[in-house]
């Protein structure tokens, strides 16, 4: 009897032992299955296409100009804390055939070389980073040839914010991958990466620094301008080099006006503004186109720092010298005095006898 029971309860025990392990195995299984079912699903949503965000439209004509174009090259914004924008980017395929256009964020900072405007940081952030508030709809474009990207890029500042200036751009490049043929049909051992960027100007309300001054104003050529036309004038170029010690980016602009020996205007230049980087020298060239000069001028330069209503002056003086002109006088004068010479050669005279 006590055999039997003993016996029974072993082998109850072994059926719910084999119960609980085939429970366990299909709970591992389930679990399996949902993890891979969950993955699977996971790997479809990224591996889906997405929805493009940006619109297409044909440009005026379809020639082959070998280069894009990326549009517009500065946007200036005002925005408050917690707040945002949204503002298009074009971008426009003249390249000849259907390119995928890379678009990314990147920070920029002013230089004090003043051959530079802006520098470029990649990857690094600025000391007025804008990079983590740019969000871009799409990074990867597929332009045909001969058509033109809207591409919706938003600023978005958070909510603390500083009152001052942020600056960051958004680049576009194309790859030209190894193996493919130039426009003249070379084909290229390495990748080419041409990229174009627009800068953008953040300004955040609240008090600033703006602060900045006119360091020089002078001529390339010196003080002397020789111009090779005997009838207009070369190009004049005037160069300007602005100061921005604030911190905050400046928009400098104004005029020069030229008077000549006697005091009257021959001409007046408007300067458009220009953009000055915190902290950071920008050189500006101002270009003139004037009739003809021969001759002692004045040029005075009028510039208001991008603040305020004050403005900052100063004067240059420089000589026009015609070189063709001065030389044709040089070589007329020759000619006339070997001709009076040779003339004199030619003729002697003879005194006249006195009668006696």
Request: proline content about 7%; glycine content about 8%; charged content about 15%.
């Amino acid at each position: 009897m006590n055999q039997i029971s003993q016996t029974t309860i072993y082998r109850k025990i072994s059926i719910l032992s084999i119960g609980v392990s085939v429970a366990i195995f299909g709970l591992t299984i389930f679990t399996s299955i949902s993890s891979v079912s969950a993955a699977m699903s996971a790997v479809k949503t990224v591996s889906a296409p997405a929805q493009p965000t940006y619109a297409l439209e044909p440009l005026p004509d379809l020639v082959n100009y070998h280069d894009f174009v990326v549009g517009p090259g500065k946007i200036e914004l005002q925005i408050a804390p917690g707040e945002s924008q949204t503002v298009d980017l074009t971008i426009a395929n003249r390249l000849g055939s259907d390119k995928v256009f890379q678009v990314s964020e990147e920070d920029f900072t002013g230089s004090n070389d003043p051959g530079r405007s802006v520098v470029l940081l990649g990857s690094d952030r600025g000391p007025y980073s804008l990079k983590d508030s740019i969000h871009i709809s799409s990074t990867k474009i597929m332009i045909p040839f001969g058509q033109r990207a809207r591409v919706p890029v938003t600023i978005s500042l958070p909510a603390d914010a500083q009152p001052g200036g942020l600056y960051g751009s958004v680049v576009v490049s194309v790859v030209s991958v190894e193996g493919s043929t130039t426009s003249s049909g070379v084909g290229g051992t390495n990748p080419i990466i041409t990229r174009i960027g627009t800068l953008f100007f953040v300004r955040v309300p609240g008090p600033t620094e703006a602060n900045g001054s006119m360091q020089s104003f002078t001529l390339p050529s010196g003080s002397f301008v020789w111009s090779s036309s005997v009838s207009q004038t070369d190009p004049i170029l005037f160069n300007i080099l602005f100061k921005n010690d604030g911190n905050v980016y400046l928009d400098p602009s104004g005029t020069i006006s030229v008077t000549n020996m006697f005091g009257a205007t021959v001409g007046n230049i408007l300067i458009d503004p220009w953009f000055a980087m915190p902290d950071s020298l920008r050189f500006r060239e101002v270009k003139w186109q004037p009739t003809f000069l021969f001759g002692r001028y004045v040029a005075h330069a009028n510039i208001n720092p991008g603040y305020g209503s004050t403005t900052e002056t100063a004067d240059l003086v420089f000589w026009v010298i015609p070189w063709k002109i001065i030389l044709l006088i040089f070589i007329g004068l020759i000619v006339i005095i070997g001709g009076i010479r040779w003339i004199a050669s030619r003729i002697s005279f003879v005194p006249k006898k006195s009668k006696k």
